[in-house]
């Protein structure tokens, strides 16, 4: 019997969500190192679902390539956040693997020869047809692309747990983009069916969801800010105005991050990036928004508190 997806996004919001706090939580040894691993892992995987998408539309990378670039930059951040690793050594990391992808077409060649079959042929025989690179720039871009998205992006997560008070700004963070995206989906449901498609890439979105989306997410930022008043500004006049702007803009990068991987899942002919978390897809698809909201949140924490 096929289970309604409905059922599977509640199985995983409801076994993920506690799963995800506890590691928070209770492993905070090396600055949250075990959360660390998770997004370095996380990374990786989501590297190598975005490298199978662009295989599609002519930009090669091998899989193993990918989920290596993938995990360059949030592994680089864990070494310089869990280990006190030098920034430039740790960065040198992150360099060597785009000096690899600017040297690999030198020793690898993908394409062959050309074949040129419509071309007569020379009076003293067949000659040697060149080598082809055509494809270089297209190789090159598709590489460059798996190292910063979505790696680039969830460092910025890794670089929370730096924080004095990195515990409650994760949690935070994290509720700030799940509240969005759980009532997103509840107010489109019960309120969205005629104010549908307002962006193309995601006509089943609704402007009903956004704002309820964008409510939660401003609603997290407040709450957190009124209990856990030691991470945030300690002046009640300026912590309520601060986490409202902290949860309005980062709503509204949870929304843009997820219809920027849709325009890409659509531009590639996908309607999920895997299938790892039954009834919502792959690791892109659960970390999309994630990746574009973590610099953001983490610049104005750092800006307002």
């Known amino acids: 019997m096929k289970v309604p997806k409905v059922v599977q996004r509640l199985c995983i919001f409801f076994i993920g969500v506690p799963a995800a706090t506890s590691v928070i939580v209770f492993l905070p040894q090396y600055n949250h ?50 280990f006190g690793t030098n920034i430039q050594i740790a960065q040198a990391l992150f360099v060597a693997g785009a000096s690899w992808v600017l040297i690999s077409e030198i020793f690898l060649n993908r394409q062959g020869r050309k074949q040129h079959t419509a071309d007569p042929l020379p009076l003293n025989g067949p000659a040697e047809t060149p080598v082809d690179f055509s494809r270089v720039l ?51 449901m019960l309120f969205g069916k005629n104010n549908k498609g307002i962006f193309s890439v995601s006509p089943n979105k609704s402007i009903a969801g956004y704002a309820g989306g964008m409510a939660g997410s401003i609603g997290v930022c407040i709450a ?20 409202i702007l902290l949860g309005l803009f ?6 843009l991050g997820d219809l920027a991987e849709s325009a890409i899942k659509r531009s590639c002919g ?17 970390t999309d928004s994630i990746a574009l909201t973590a610099p953001l949140f983490y610049v104005l924490y750092r800006f307002f508190f």
């Open 33 to 82: 190192l075990a959360m660390n691993m998770v997004v370095v892992l996380f990374s990786s995987v989501g590297a190598v679902e975005f490298a199978l998408m662009l295989k599609t539309k002519g930009f090669p990378v091998y899989t193993a390539e990918a989920a290596i670039l993938g995990a360059l930059a949030p592994l680089s951040a864990t070494f310089i956040v869990a």
């Open 138 to 188: 297209s190789r090159l871009s598709a590489a460059f692309s798996v190292m910063i998205y979505p790696g680039l992006f969830l460092s910025w997560i890794i670089t929370m747990s730096a924080l004095e008070h990195s515990t409650i700004v994760i949690i935070s963070f994290a509720f700030t983009v799940m509240a969005n995206d759980s009532l997103a989906w509840v107010t489109g």
């Open 224 to 243: 957190m800010a009124h209990v856990f008043t030691g991470a945030f500004v300690p002046d009640q006049i300026a912590r309520l105005p601060s986490a």
């Open 250 to 255: 980062s709503g509204i990068t949870v929304i």
């Open 270 to 286: 996908f309607k999920d990036s895997g299938d790892l978390f039954p009834g919502r897809g792959g690791v892109l698809d659960s």
